[in-house]
């Protein structure tokens, strides 16, 4: 079963709080797990993207932490600001594969207070 | 600009009519892909293209069809519509599978 299960569905936080989402795999091909960000009426645009032969990655204030050996990977945004708020999709595929689809997470929706 | 193009944006249609979404791919992406996004299912993996040629199937209804052109455009079919086909539309290209997806702004399809 191809699936990726993301959590919390959605999550508030005060602005210069840390944000984190969780998402979880089954399927060991997947080597590919990049975390896209949706604001309303816009397509999903990558933010941020792990390969499993690292444990951690950060791009400015995002991190993904990556557990292989639990299928599970995260988003830290730390000193979250007012404009990150937007739907927040994790993702799965098998890089380079014949078919090269994305698998998603269900999202969640993410609001910083001010 | 992300450089997929979607038309239409807005799409309003009655039940039972058919429609035709639009994309055209990211210059140098040979594959397409095609997903619908409802309020309850999150992000849903309809279909596939490569360079002409259908590579996979997800979710995709028997009354929706899709089709990759000599140009590499695309085309998603949507017939004999329902309420719950209403929803928003994305398409994404790649240059190859797998290989640093792109997203549209989507097509958003309401059938009353």
């Known amino acids: 079963q191809q699936q990726v299960k993301q959590s919390p569905q959605s999550l508030i936080v005060q602005k210069g709080g840390i944000s984190i989402i969780n998402c979880a795999y089954e399927n060991t091909a997947f080597d590919y797990f990049p975390w896209y960000q949706q604001f309303p009426g816009k397509g999903p645009a990558l933010l941020i993207a792990i390969r499993p032969d690292v444990s951690e990655k950060k791009e400015g204030r995002f991190t993904i932490s990556f557990n292989k050996s639990a299928k599970q990977f995260s988003l830290h945004i730390m000193d979250s600001q007012p404009g990150d708020s937007a739907t927040y999709f994790c993702?799965?595929?098998?890089?380079?594969?014949?078919?090269?689809?994305?698998?998603f997470g269900k999202g969640t929706k993410l609001s910083v207070k001010p | 600009d992300s450089g997929v193009t979607q038309t239409p944006k807005h799409l309003i249609t009655a039940t039972g009519q058919r429609v035709t979404l639009r994309c055209s791919p990211r210059?140098?992406?040979?594959?397409v892909y095609w997903y619908q996004q409802s309020l309850d299912q999150g992000l849903q993996f309809l279909i596939q293209y490569y360079n002409g040629e259908e590579r996979a199937k997800g979710n995709i209804l028997e009354r929706f069809s899709a089709q990759q052109f000599p140009d590499l455009h695309s085309e998603l079919n949507l017939s004999s519509l329902e309420l719950g086909d209403s929803a928003l539309y994305f398409c994404a290209s790649s240059a190859r599978p797998g290989y640093g997806y792109t997203f549209g702004s989507g097509t958003r399809l309401t059938v009353v």
């Open positions: 993702a799965a595929l098998v890089y380079g594969g014949s078919q090269g689809n994305l698998i």
């Open positions: 210059s140098g992406d040979l594959s």
